[in-house]
């Protein structure tokens, strides 16, 4: 680890902790120049490819599930924390099952299931996107079943 201040690179870890997102939190000191300063460790996931519904291949962007379900809890009661916890969940649920690839419906499935828990109207904006509602029916169809 190279010293923000002096650019050498012998440092000394002096304090170690987990913090609650499961990111090491190291504080150190530079062997040289005594500055103390803090580093943060994030185990960086396998690399995992979407498959669109189009057939396009691109990497999964865990930001994608944080916008979208955003713009769906928009003027709710929905925090930023939950909706990183959300997105926290799917990303290990979809890591969990070891493929190399998963398709954009299964991640889209998988946040419908976890928002209809959290908040009913962020339930439905999500789901009339991503299921592309073309009427006030099919809107009609998705309230009765929440009901």
């Known amino acids: 680890m190279n010293c923000p201040n002096c650019k050498q690179c012998e440092t000394q870890v002096i304090d170690s902790r987990l913090t609650e997102d499961n990111t090491v939190r190291r504080r150190r000191v530079c062997a040289?120049?005594?500055?103390?300063?803090?580093?943060?460790?994030?185990?960086?996931?396998?690399?995992?490819?979407?498959?669109?519904?189009?057939?396009?291949?691109?990497?999964?962007?865990?930001?994608?599930i944080i916008k979208g379900v955003r713009r769906a809890a928009n003027k709710t009661n929905v925090t930023l924390a939950e909706i990183e916890n959300l997105a926290d969940k799917v990303e290990q649920e979809i890591f969990?099952?070891?493929?190399?690839?998963?398709?954009?419906?299964?991640?889209?499935?998988?946040?419908?299931?976890k928002l209809k828990s959290i908040d009913e109207i962020a339930y439905l904006r999500f789901t009339s996107v991503y299921k592309e509602f073309s009427d006030l029916e099919t809107f009609e169809e998705e309230i009765s079943r929440l009901k």
């Open 96 to 113: 969990q099952n070891g493929e190399e690839k998963v398709t954009s419906r299964e991640i889209g499935n998988l946040v419908i299931k």
């Open 32 to 64: 040289c120049c005594r500055q103390r300063f803090t580093t943060f460790e994030r185990i960086e996931p396998a690399r995992l490819v979407v498959i669109k519904k189009d057939g396009r291949e691109e990497p999964f962007v865990r930001e994608k």
